[in-house]
């Protein structure tokens, strides 16, 4: 992968992160921001409670749906949510989303990294379709109380950017919060800080495995319109994609239509061929004498096609 555009696409999700949380006094107050702004869902999973954030999750307006009638007007969500994954589907979580971001630098700690069985990848990444449908939508609308109300589900027992974003630097700064820890916030803790361990050896493990916002715009990638494509005569079938693509998408084959691509870009970036392009709408096309006279030698090296005696 080129350094150069490791650097940009990082420098983007940086300026993703501040753009969607401008108020880092705050985290050293304690104190949440509740100005007008935060009746705006952001694009990614960035928590309403978290002091810095300018927006509200749309996750957490997701849930407020299902909790109660009163909550109805947050049935905007679903319109957002729409909208956001009918134009560029998962590139949120590939350059916008700042727990995203953090697995992303975690991973780049200089340990060994690890690879799940593919056997056990595939039934893991069929959590977060679980999580989306019980935790975000069923529970919170079954599981009430006298009041006919809902819990947060989500939100209260798993998502670990939450607590990261929000719970650590509330109860940090403040004395009252910290009189009344319980188990609910260990628990919390506890889980934020195994996905982040885990995010140290296997690149973005709550993207793949339990996020619902990824779910839910990774079953919009099919018809998006912002994606990545593959020219096919382009292609030498090298595997460099597949090699560096930090959500072991089955590239190239899958890379236009699956749902855990996040169209990142690594793949483009890689790619010695120059085959897999950003398109809004249709696959590119090369005529013949743009096809490049390159492909994959048997130990993976790109020789011309002289070379290999053809």
């Known amino acids: 992968m080129k350094l150069n555009y490791a650097m940009r696409r990082a420098g983007i999700q940086a300026a993703a992160a501040l753009a969607q949380n401008p108020f880092l006094l705050n985290l050293w107050q304690g104190v949440i921001f509740k100005g007008d702004s935060k009746y705006v869902c952001a694009p990614s999973l960035n928590c309403w409670s978290c002091p810095a954030a300018a927006g509200a999750c749309p996750i957490g307006a997701l849930q407020n749906v299902a909790m109660g009638a ?4 947050s049935f905007y969500a679903l319109g957002f949510l729409a909208i956001v994954g009918v134009f ?3 590139l949120v979580c590939g350059f916008l989303c700042l727990f995203g971001f953090l697995q992303d630098l975690l991973y780049k700690t200089p340990t ?3 690879r799940v069985p593919k056997r056990l990848d595939r039934v893991l990444r069929k959590a977060k379709y679980l999580v989306l449908v ?48 319980g188990v609910l916030f260990d628990w919390k803790l506890g889980v934020a800080i195994a ?28 018809i998006s319109f912002v994606k990545l494509t593959v020219n ?8 460099r994609c597949a090699e560096v693509c930090p ?18 870009g690594v793949c483009k970036s890689a790619c010695p061929a120059s085959a897999i392009h950003w398109n809004a709408f249709k696959s590119p096309t090369l005529t ?9 030698a048997p130990d993976g090296t790109v020789t011309s096609a002289s070379t290999l005696g053809e």
């Open 247 to 264: 959500m072991d998408v089955e590239a190239p084959k899958r890379i236009p239509t699956s749902a855990e691509c996040i169209r990142c």
């Open 88 to 90: 560029v589907g998962r």
């Open 288 to 296: 013949s004498d743009e096809v490049p006279r390159e492909k994959a």
């Open 232 to 239: 096919d005569r382009a292609c030498i079938q090298c595997g």
């Open 112 to 114: 060994p990294k690890l």
């Open 134 to 181: 019980f935790l975000v939508l069923l529970l919170p609308a079954v599981a009430t109380n006298n009041f006919g109300l809902g819990s947060p589900w989500f939100c209260e027992y798993l998502c670990p950017a939450g607590t990261i974003e929000a719970g650590i630097p509330l109860v940090a700064t403040n004395p009252s919060l910290q009189a009344m820890l």
């Open 70 to 73: 009163q909550y109805s007007v």
């Open 195 to 222: 996905i982040l361990a885990f995010a140290v050896f296997v690149s973005r493990p709550f993207c793949k495995y339990l996020c619902p916002l990824g779910a839910i715009y990774g079953l919009m990638n099919r």
